[in-house]
């Protein structure tokens, strides 16, 4: 299980306690590979040592360090597959650990006269990178700590044997390696820290635009609300009115026929403001309506040629997809026709009033694809979800957009192929009951 992403919507105060966790979890993952390097490392530089080059160095404390670290890296890797999220305090225990193990091997092996002793740096460097400030303190206190410590106490190097090598020559060795060691794990391990940072940093500046967006169509929800309850009377005045006029005006059958078309529209819009308010009401009680693909694609159907008549759509199930079941069905409907509608507008300008939807299930998701047959992207525009019509309110690609996003799900576009425009609208489907019973 790993820590939720972040959500701009958090307040400060938990966002920011989240980006810890995901750094301190960052560092564990870091330090628990680094471990396993280290210990490789360790064991083989003893054998070296202690058989190579013949040196009396106290092998079994030294085994018994490296064996306590690697039961150490055993139970960081066991504790990295726990569901509880990684404290900044915990990751300051590991990285604690590290340096007390560390510089209880540097007191086996010469202490400040050991030129890996600086490889105390390696892990103040790397809690700088992930740890608050006040714990970045801590390290670079444990770690100074021990190297003054070990500057008093500890066990003296061996002197060689072996009358081909010099100490001074073993010296230069050991600092070179030390170097090299030191130069590799900072700019590898520091560049992935960065690298998860600044992807972290681009999923907070998405969850911002994102955030910004829903704040601009909350509004324009909003003042709809607000539009809709005023609306309710006029349009009660005016279905009055046209009862009236239908019945006066009966032998008229020209005007009967327009008085007709006209009760059709008004009984229409009064139809959108139940489905608003059914829609809020459903919001509120917290229990998103659940039907089969096929039956809601049926109702989409319904509506788009009741409100666009003159537009051909042809509509194609992949396989049993009909038969899974689907939620949130009010917000997808209207993102849904919205998409129709765009795709109808766009035939209907290049010449044609050819649309398809093609509705498939892949990876536990379903997926709306809307083909037209128009002009495609416009040029500059990208896959930006904006219109480029001249006329209308231009809100149906951002309001489809930001309910897929909403669903989790997602809405791209790309050129068909033959010409014009695909749209894949994709959303989950439920986590259980995906079939009709």
């Known amino acids: 299980m790993r820590v939720p992403p972040y959500n701009a919507r958090m307040p400060a105060s938990a966002a920011t306690r989240l980006g810890f966790f995901q750094r301190a979890r960052g560092l564990a993952e870091t330090l628990a590979w680094l471990r396993l390097v280290a210990i490789a490392g360790q064991a083989l ?10 040196l009396p160095i106290p092998v079994v404390p030294l085994a018994l360090g490296i064996g306590a670290l690697g039961l150490f890296a055993l139970f960081a890797f066991w504790r990295l597959e726990q569901p509880r999220p990684f404290t900044l305090a915990e990751a300051f225990a590991h990285v604690a650990v590290d340096i007390l193990v560390l510089a209880y091997l540097m007191y086996w092996t010469g202490g400040g006269d050991n030129p890996f002793v600086s490889l105390l740096v390696i892990p103040m460097a790397l809690a ?22 070990l500057m008093v106490w500890h066990e003296p190097l061996p002197t060689l044997h072996a009358a081909r090598f010099a100490a001074m020559d073993l010296n ?3 600092v070179s390696v030390n170097f090299v060691v030191t130069a590799a794990v900072l700019a590898f391990f520091i560049a992935r820290l960065a690298r998860a940072l600044r992807s972290r940093e681009a999923e907070v500046q998405r969850e911002r635009e994102r955030t910004l967006r829903d704040e601009g169509i909350l509004a ?3 003042q709809a609300a607000g539009t809709a309850h005023e609306l309710n009377t006029p349009l009660s005045t005016i279905r009055t009115l046209l009862g009236e006029l239908q019945r006066e005006r009966a032998g008229d059958a020209p005007l009967a026929t327009d008085l007709t078309l006209l009760v059709g529209q008004a009984e229409r819009c009064r139809d959108i403001l139940r489905q608003l308010v059914e829609v809020g009401g459903r919001r509120l009680a917290g229990t998103p309506e659940r039907l089969p693909l096929a039956t809601f694609v049926d109702a ?3 509506q788009f040629r009741l409100l666009r008549p003159e537009v051909s759509l042809t509509i194609a199930f992949d396989g049993t997809a009909g038969e899974h079941l689907i939620e949130a069905v009010p917000d997808l409907g209207h993102a849904l026709i919205n998409l ?8 209907l300008a290049a010449g044609s009033a050819e649309i398809e939807l093609h509705v498939a299930v892949a990876d ?13 992207i416009a040029p500059g525009m990208g896959a930006a979800f904006a ?9 149906g690609l951002a309001l489809a957009h930001s309910t897929a996003e909403r669903l989790g799900g997602e809405l791209t576009a790309h050129a068909a192929d033959g010409g014009g425009l695909l749209q894949r609208l994709r959303v989950p489907l439920p986590p259980n009951d995906n079939r009709r019973r």
């Open 128 to 149: 700088a990178a992930a740890l608050s400030l006040r714990y970045v303190a801590a390290v670079a206190l444990l770690a100074s700590t021990c190297f003054v410590a």
């Open 172 to 174: 230069v060795a050991a």
């Open 340 to 347: 129709l509608s765009n795709a109808g507008d766009a035939s």
């Open 220 to 222: 324009i929800a909003t």
């Open 364 to 376: 536990r998701h379903a997926e709306f694809m809307v083909r037209d047959h128009g002009a495609g």
């Open 45 to 54: 530089t003893v054998a070296v040592v202690a058989l190579g080059l013949d």
């Open 387 to 395: 219109t480029s019509k001249a006329h209308g309110l231009g809100l």
């Open 300 to 302: 989409c159907e319904n």
